[in-house]
């Protein structure tokens, strides 16, 4: 990918932007870094996607906001060549595999994901050599890597109808969150789904004991739950064991989730996801209080996708994501799988 002509730009932008362990920094998201943002877009004749836990400023910039599938469809849609995705590493890979075409680029390659690092291609390779005949079922919070050697993925909306879709004398081997599986395997009663012990780091600022005190606190309050990333799973797995009263809970996709904030006679509603989630509830619906079960619930690993890094990227042509053919061949085929079974779910 290029890098761009940028000598004769009054803004010095290439002094401003630093780099350490924790990300790029050193630029403000103001309004000329908004105006250099999409007048480079317009430059690489590039689609700009931002996922829900992106932090506001880049959310608003965005061309589209939204879960990692439904952004990955829209980049396959996309008339654009070039695709940045401002997310975390395996949905950018996901994107490519789906646009095995276009130029993928992420703003920092170093932005990882604790869910999809729990199951390495090793690691299932190994499982699988346990289970030779089982059906292996990922969710899509994993490499690409894991989805070449998976016959279906799935999502958190349609986890249990793709599980359910297999003849029920095959072994099922679900990765890599365990939430999810418990969930998926006290809805469908299935004793021979077995459960990759993987998770996401942020769930655990969603805890049952932390949601049910949230609940009783605020009686009159809804309660909202997104699991499209792993980090609301737990989440999901307890308001199905009843740590919170099942009238008022709402178990709803990323659109679903903006047309219940929209609809709600509810004054007050407490959501458990990362916190990046409230930006786009608070946009759809100004006059309810949106309150996080947890407002430690943030994604590390979503917000190394600083204002800087997204510069530095549409600058530079930096990072590209690059998924070898056969894999993203594999890969694409259990991610079209799911989509065959039935709806995948992130209304976005
Ligand atoms: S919130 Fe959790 S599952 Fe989502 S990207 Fe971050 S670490 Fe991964």
Redesign the pocket.
């Known amino acids: 990918m290029t890098v761009l002509d940028t000598t004769a730009e009054p803004q010095g932008w290439a002094d401003k932007i630093t780099n350490g362990p924790g990300g790029y920094g050193g630029v403000e998201a103001d309004e000329q870094w908004a105006a250099e943002v999409r007048r480079l877009v317009e430059q690489r004749n590039a689609t700009l996607l931002a996922h829900n836990?992106q932090v506001p400023a880049i959310q608003d910039i965005a061309d589209h906001v939204g879960d990692s599938l439904a952004l990955s469809r829209i980049a396959a849609e996309a008339p654009e060549d070039v695709i940045v995705f401002c997310?975390?590493h395996?949905?950018a890979e996901t994107a490519k595999i789906l646009s095995p075409d276009k130029t993928v680029l992420i703003p920092d390659q170093r932005a990882?994901?604790?869910?999809?690092d729990s199951i390495t291609a090793e690691d299932l390779r190994a499982w699988k050599d346990e289970f030779p005949d089982a059906v292996v079922v990922s969710y899509v919070?994993t490499t690409a890597a894991v989805k070449a050697l998976t016959d279906v993925c799935c999502t958190s909306s349609n986890a249990v109808e793709v599980v359910a879709s297999i003849p029920a004398d095959r072994d099922v081997l679900f990765c890599p969150d365990q939430f999810l599986g418990a969930h998926v395997r006290r809805v469908t009663g299935r004793k021979n789904l077995h459960v990759w012990a993987g998770e996401?780091?942020?769930?655990a600022g969603i805890n049952g004991d932390e949601l049910a005190a949230q609940a009783r606190s605020h009686p009159d309050a809804e309660l909202f739950v997104h699991p499209e990333?792993?980090?609301a799973t737990s989440a999901l797995y307890l308001a199905g064991e009843g740590a919170v009263p099942d009238d008022r809970v709402k178990i709803l996709s990323t659109g679903g989730m903006l047309d219940a904030a929209r609809e709600t006679r509810a004054r007050q509603v407490l959501v458990a996801t990362?916190i990046g989630m409230l930006h786009q509830l608070r946009r759809a619906a100004p006059d309810v209080d949106f309150r996080a079960v947890n407002d430690r619930a943030s994604?590390?690993?979503?917000k190394m996708i600083t204002p800087a890094a997204l510069l530095r990227c549409l600058r530079e042509g930096a990072d590209e994501v690059h998924v070898d053919p056969e894999t993203a061949r594999l890969a694409r085929a259990s991610v079209q799988r799911m989509i065959a079974i039935g709806q995948p779910g992130g209304g976005e």
């Open positions: 836990y997310g975390v395996f949905m990882g994901c604790s869910l999809a919070n996401c780091h942020v769930h990333c792993g980090c990362e994604c590390t690993y979503m």
